[in-house]
């Protein structure tokens, strides 16, 4: 069994920053080569992906580009999205997914509100 937990989103005005952290436990084996990812879903929309790391591959979202960083710290199981210049549009609940043995894992969402 894989767990994700994320933590960091809430309300900030625009042009501010937001720092997400997404830990994984449980059954993950080797943590720096399982292909992980941020997603966001805002109202009404669909989940679309906003940026992806796997071992040392990244790519982002067209929309975040420049604005968005994600990375991620092995020896603590955790990948990380910093956010800055962050605009109304970026409002969503956003999602870490981790893929192990091809079962994809998802975590429980965190609010991000830019508003001002």
């Known amino acids: 069994q894989v767990e994700l937990v994320e933590s960091g989103g809430g309300l900030v005005q625009p042009g501010g920053s937001l720092r997400l952290s997404c830990a994984a436990s449980g059954s993950i084996g080797i943590f720096n080569l399982k292909p992980m990812g941020w997603y966001r879903q805002a109202p009404g929309k669909q989940r679309e992906l906003v940026a992806g790391i796997t071992g040392g591959s990244i790519n982002y979202a067209d929309s975040v580009k420049g604005r968005f960083t994600i990375s991620r710290d092995n020896a603590k199981n955790t990948v990380y999205l910093q956010m800055n210049s962050l605009k109304p549009e970026d409002t969503a609940v956003y999602y870490c997914?981790?893929?192990?043995?091809?079962?994809?894992?998802w975590g429980q969402g965190t609010q991000v509100t830019v508003s001002s």
């Open positions: 997914r981790i893929v192990v043995r091809d079962l994809v894992y």
